[in-house]
């Protein structure tokens, strides 16, 4: 079956230190992968999406961008963290073809102090 | 672009009662499917329910059915009999269909639903 493993849980991370969030998804090939975030209390802003390895859409610009070095990989990452970077990102994954679920990881609630 | 929108924030309901949560969209396609997810406070996302908008039936998962208008590009979610658990964050979500591209999956802004006991 697949899974979505998406980790640290948690994280505080002082302003203008990097950031690195990795996600991967087991079980299945060539997903549809997202990275969301969600301030507290709101709704899931879409960040980036990616259909292939190496192919990476940015829906929101910011100081935040995304990789994927391998098919069933994706990375969010920042150079230097702001304040507004808080919030809970979560990754999720979805499939080509008629079955069209998204399958999320659990989240990373991030806060930068 | 496609933009989803749930213009109720918050929600409350007596339990064993009905509540429906509303959600319009914008597209200019005219296939692609919608979705409703629950977000407890695990904050696991979890799928309620899906539409195919090539379908004209309203979708039916149990205590949770959805009232699909597809001309004035409606898709409400209705709980009926609620209970205790159904507390949680509510998304509509949308995403084109397959054949033409399937990527991108934009939520609502979400619905808070509390349950009175």
């Known amino acids: 079956s697949q899974t979505i493993h998406q980790w640290p849980a948690t994280l505080v991370q002082p302003v203008g230190s990097p950031l690195s969030l990795e996600c991967t998804v087991e079980?299945?090939?060539?997903?549809?992968l997202y990275w969301y975030r969600q301030a507290a209390g709101r709704g899931l802003q879409l960040l980036f999406y990616?259909?292939?390895?190496?192919?990476i859409s940015s829906e929101v610009p910011q100081n935040l961008s995304a990789s994927r070095p391998q098919d069933r990989q994706f990375i969010l990452s920042s150079k230097k963290l702001l304040l507004s970077d808080s919030g809970f990102y979560l990754c999720a994954w979805t499939g080509n073809g008629p079955n069209t679920e998204a399958f999320f990881g659990q989240g990373t609630r991030l806060t930068v102090v | 672009a496609q933009t989803v929108t749930q213009s109720q924030p918050e929600m409350s309901v007596q339990e064993a009662e009905t509540v429906t949560l509303s959600c319009t969209y914008d597209?200019?396609?005219?296939?692609?499917?919608l979705f409703w997810y629950k977000q407890p406070p695990s904050r696991q996302m979890i799928l309620v329910i899906r539409?195919?908008?090539?379908?004209?039936q309203n979708a039916t998962e149990n205590r949770f059915s959805v009232n699909f208008q597809k001309a004035a590009k409606s898709f409400s979610l209705k709980i009926s009999d609620s209970q205790l658990g159904d507390a949680a964050m509510y998304f509509c979500a949308y995403r084109r269909h397959f054949n033409f591209g399937n990527e991108k999956l934009t939520f609502g802004t979400g619905t808070r639903l509390t349950i009175i006991p």
């Open positions: 990616s259909v292939g390895i190496g192919q």
């Open positions: 539409q195919e908008a090539y379908k004209q």
């Open positions: 079980g299945t090939s060539n997903p549809n």
């Open positions: 597209t200019s396609e005219s296939d692609y499917y």
